[in-house]
């Protein structure tokens, strides 16, 4: 086994999905809530406002670990330009999946990998396109009774019972579109002296 560099590796989320796509790499980390204003400014574009929500992320909890490299991440959808965020009620999910249906949306996620030593960071967004096959409104509704996605952005779980809302999928990286790109995250800590695998 490797030796990986003393420091503390920290993800700055509350998410159980990004807790459990980091897990994937085998690298001892923790978890710390950001708390962050994660309102869209005006005129910002959606790659521009996930990249900023991720550093801020990082940034929310450094005084906390002010010796840790910090993990911070933000995904939204994108349809036909406008932004999707997360449903929050079976309304607003079923407004988003008819909107969806036989469209493609197309997610966006911002990564930060933040030196909380130094200030530094690495900063990438990284894109991941669903197209959705034409859906029913009893398909909808029989999705979202058995799913509930109401706190996933586009209304749907891709690693559970949503894949059958979709035709094709398109991306580097499948992690990307739970919420954290796993192939550029490895790239980025390898360059902080991380063995990944190791």
Known sequence: ??????????LSSTSV??????????LPFITAAPNIDETRLPDESADAMVQRLSVQKAQA??????????????QCAVLN???????GTHEQAVAQLSASSGQTVRFLTGLCLYDAR?????????PYEVSFRTLSAAEIEAYLQQEQPYNCAGSF?????GISLFTRMHGDDPNALVGLPLIRLAQMLRQQGFSVPG
């Open 118 to 126: 130094s200030g530094d960071y690495q900063l990438d967004c990284i």
């Open 157 to 161: 779980k891709s690693e559970g019972y």
């Open 61 to 74: 909890i450094v005084a906390h670990h002010p010796q840790a490299l910090i993990i911070g991440s933000d």
């Open 1 to 10: 086994m490797l030796t990986q560099p003393a420091v503390q590796l920290v």
């Open 81 to 87: 330009g406008k932004i999707l965020g997360k449903p």
């Open 17 to 26: 999905y990004r807790h459990s796509i980091l897990e994937k790499l085998h």
